[in-house]
């Protein structure tokens, strides 16, 4: 058991020598930072939360970038040490390879959530700077770290499994921006298509709820995009937040990186060095 | 009890052999010297042994477990054959990582930096290592926790002559604390005196397993006397011994071991004419060759 933490041990290591922890960090910051002052502008005094309107945007924000940087903090997991020639010799020592994936999964966990926290604090910060501390409610901002966290480990579970399945880092980097791209906005794209077809019919009513829950990139969306903030924009999608409802949407959240991280088992056990 | 067991295994991949029918036995503080032309079996053996990859048919056991079990992991130290670390790691780093996994001690690490000669190089990243400083961080981790097994591939490849040397004495040491070695080359001269026995892979197959005395008697390969003249009398003595020219002053014979003592001493009965004599046995790369069944001389 005491291997995982010496796996992780390194690999955070490995990740900040990477500039991986720095990158992911200021790309979080920068970004909280910016919606944050921007977002906060044109609600002056309406009345709406200051911080209910940045974390709606954030959240916009973080559908893209959160299954960024999980993907890229994991394909290179399993394929570059294959490349590099250091996986046959780890695989000798007296540790599994299930408690060698979790290992790097709870470094590059760890790596995200830091990056995750970092961005939202200075939103709280900054949003706290401006308005005081009174009326805001933080139960948005707390819920958009949980799910963040959740919608990146699905991710990470993503990256290894295409890692392992590969085992060439080149590859493996095409397939997880392919990924990416089909996730956040193909996906989409493709439902929308749908939608547009079938007019309002079964189809419509009954599948794509489901369909949207099931990418988790869109349970994440629907999860911290209240209804009274995007009725504006998306009422056609909180609609259909309705039908598979909360307990859908955290289900999405919470089986996928269970899910990724076992089929990412069930493929790195198949490999031999 | 045997350090290593091996029973007629055999691996296949598709329909291509690779090892066949190979038995094998290393004792407690035995040195192994695996030779064999690249393709012809070794690393894959090795690969059975840890665990890397499957036998086909037989079983392996070491030191009574399966092959890649933990205890079976956690008793064995392997070099391989092209050994690579993460680059952003500096050599300690990289084998304080090591000796964690093995329930070494951090001491421990610092003791096989000290023995490797690498202590000054330790905290540099390892991206800025030579070929020789990796394959010396590859065997301090292979020696880390006091391994029952040491399995090393090509352990002396980027080693130079006088590392080579250090690296026999921490074999002996090894196999001194009790330590059975496997250990596979290519530079067949510096083995015939720093390895108890010999094992000969021959396209998968195990062709020859005996200490070297008993290879080169098995094999009665000719033995090479060399004799030295004064310049002048060269070509009389060769011709009066048989013998082929070398160079100005010397030429050579070729006897079976049991007319070495015979054919000497035809050669001092020549008196003052000889002025020196070399008697060389099969070398170990005759012999490999011949138990090989090649002529070719491999890589």
Redesign the interface.
């Known amino acids: 058991m005491m291997s995982i933490f010496y796996v992780a041990q390194l690999e955070l290591l490995i990740a900040r020598r990477n500039m991986w922890v720095a990158t992911s960090v200021i790309l979080m910051a920068l970004f909280s930072v910016v919606l944050t002052l921007a977002g906060g502008a044109p609600t002056g005094s309406l009345g709406v939360d200051p911080l209910m309107v940045a974390v709606t945007s954030i959240t916009t924000l973080s559908v893209y970038l959160i299954p960024l940087i999980g993907l890229l903090l994991s394909f290179d997991a399993i394929a570059g040490e294959a490349e590099r020639g250091t996986l046959a010799l780890s695989l000798t020592y007296p540790l599994s390879r299930g408690e060698i994936l979790i290992g790097k999964f709870l470094a590059h966990f760890a790596v995200l959530s830091f990056a995750v926290a970092v961005g939202l604090l200075l939103t709280a910060g900054l949003t706290i700077a401006r308005y005081g501390a009174g009326d805001l409610s933080f139960m948005p901002l707390a819920k958009l770290f949980v799910t963040s966290l959740a919608l990146g480990a699905a991710f990470l579970g993503v990256g290894y499994i295409v890692s392992a399945k590969v085992r060439q880092t080149g590859v493996a980097s095409g397939i997880v921006i392919l990924i990416w791209l089909i996730c956040v906005v193909l996906y989409d794209l493709g439902l929308l298509g749908a939608l547009v077809a079938d007019g309002g019919g079964t189809f419509t009513k009954s599948i794509f709820p489901w369909l949207l829950v099931a990418n988790p990139a869109d349970a994440f969306r629907l999860i911290n995009m209240s209804a009274e903030t995007v009725s504006d924009l998306a009422s056609g999608i909180s609609a259909a937040g309705g039908v598979s409802g909360l307990v859908g949407q955290l289900t999405s959240l919470l089986l996928w990186p269970v899910f990724a991280l076992f089929a990412a088992w069930l493929a790195f056990r198949k490999i031999e060095p | 009890m045997t350090t290593l067991q091996i029973n007629n295994v055999g691996k296949r991949y598709g329909p291509l052999e690779t090892v066949c029918g190979v038995n094998l036995t290393v004792a407690p503080g035995e040195r192994i010297a695996l030779l064999g032309h690249n393709g012809a079996g070794k690393t894959t053996l090795m690969?059975m042994i840890?665990?890397?990859?499957p036998v086909s048919s037989g079983s392996i056991r070491v030191l009574g477990s399966a092959p890649g079990s933990?205890?079976a992991?956690?008793s064995?130290g392997?070099l391989?054959e092209?050994?690579?670390?993460?680059g952003?790691?500096s050599g300690r780093?990289q084998l304080r990582?090591?000796a964690?996994?093995?329930s070494a001690s951090m001491n421990a690490v610092d003791d096989l930096l000290d023995r490797v000669g690498l202590t000054d190089a330790a905290d540099r990243k390892i991206r800025t290592y030579s070929k020789g400083m990796r394959q010396r961080i590859?065997l301090a981790?292979a020696l880390l926790g006091k391994p029952k097994l040491a399995l090393l591939d090509e352990p002396t490849s980027g080693l130079d002559p006088i590392l080579r040397h250090e690296f026999y004495d921490i074999v002996q040491e090894l196999a001194d604390g009790g330590a059975a070695v496997l250990l596979s080359s290519h530079a067949l001269t510096e083995l015939e005196t720093r390895t108890d026995r010999i094992a000969i892979m021959s396209k998968g197959k195990l062709v020859a397993n005996d200490a070297l005395v008993n290879l080169r008697e098995q094999a009665s390969l000719p033995i090479r006397v060399n004799v030295t003249t004064m310049q002048k009398d060269v070509d009389r003595v060769a011709a009066q011994l048989g013998g082929a020219r070398m160079n100005g002053c010397s030429f050579s014979l070729t006897c079976r071991q049991d007319d070495k003592i015979a054919t000497l001493g035809k050669v001092t009965a020549l008196g003052e004419v000889i002025k020196d004599i070399d008697v060389n046995p099969a070398s170990l790369e005759e012999l490999y060759r011949h138990y090989s069944g090649t002529n070719q001389g491999g890589e």
């Open positions: 690969r840890l665990g890397l990859t933990r205890s992991r956690g064995i392997f391989p092209s050994v690579a670390f993460h952003a790691l780093e990582h090591f964690r996994l093995k590859g981790q």
